[in-house]
């Protein structure tokens, strides 16, 4: 009669992945239908702005960043049907009017004199709070239930970092004033406003929270 073994963890000591991660299903699909939602409207105001701003070196940039979002929001819309059971455009929406707002006022200027705060919107504000939120999901899900987002979310990072710092360098070289400072200045404010109002680009909790709860039971 064959020895029978003593049974075996479910993972090998020097295997440190947790099973459960921060986010279900439901929660996940949640997430990569705002995800989506996001990347589309970046991508269409990418492509807006490509016709207006004067700047070629400008207009090359943002027509290979145009490229990236809409690949983006192709990945987030594959993933979602693996999550759901549902058709995934019932998902692709925003999490909340006020992140409709935010992007309405990031997408607002289209004068070809206002280059500054095109950039400042996209590189300065909505670009940090993806990088922010994804990175927060890739690092808090499963890595044994949820792979396939981590995977997808390695290769969307890869491409945010990359787009956000050739952003940054564009403004650096366009502003060269102090009046051109304010204005960056100014719109950013108004946009981080409007981002904070929407608790980021999946709502509150977009990138959990830092905060102990101090609350007191009574």
Known sequence: MAEVKRPREPFAPW????LPGLFDVE???RRVGNYKWVETKLFET?????????ELDVKLRL????????????????????????NPERLTIP???KLVEFMEAMSEPEAPGLTIEKLVGAYRVLLPHKIAA???HRNGTSEVTDMPTIRMLDFVLQDEMNDWREGEMLLKSII?????????????????????AAGGIAGKGSIGNAYIDTTEDK
Do not use: S
């Not at 990418?46 to 004067?54: E, F, K, M, N, R």
């Open 15 to 18: 295997d440190r992945r947790v």
């Open 27 to 29: 929660e996940t699909a």
């Open 46 to 54: 990418l492509g807006g702005w490509i016709a207006t701003v004067p």
């Open 63 to 86: 027509g290979t960043h145009c490229y990236h979002h809409a690949w983006h929001a192709e990945l987030f819309d594959k993933r979602l049907p693996e999550l759901r059971e549902m």
């Open 95 to 97: 999490p909340n009017e």
């Open 134 to 136: 994804y990175t927060y």
């Open 176 to 196: 060269e004033t102090d009046e051109e400072i304010e204005r960056a200045t100014a719109h950013q404010a108004r946009l981080e406003k409007l981002m904070l």
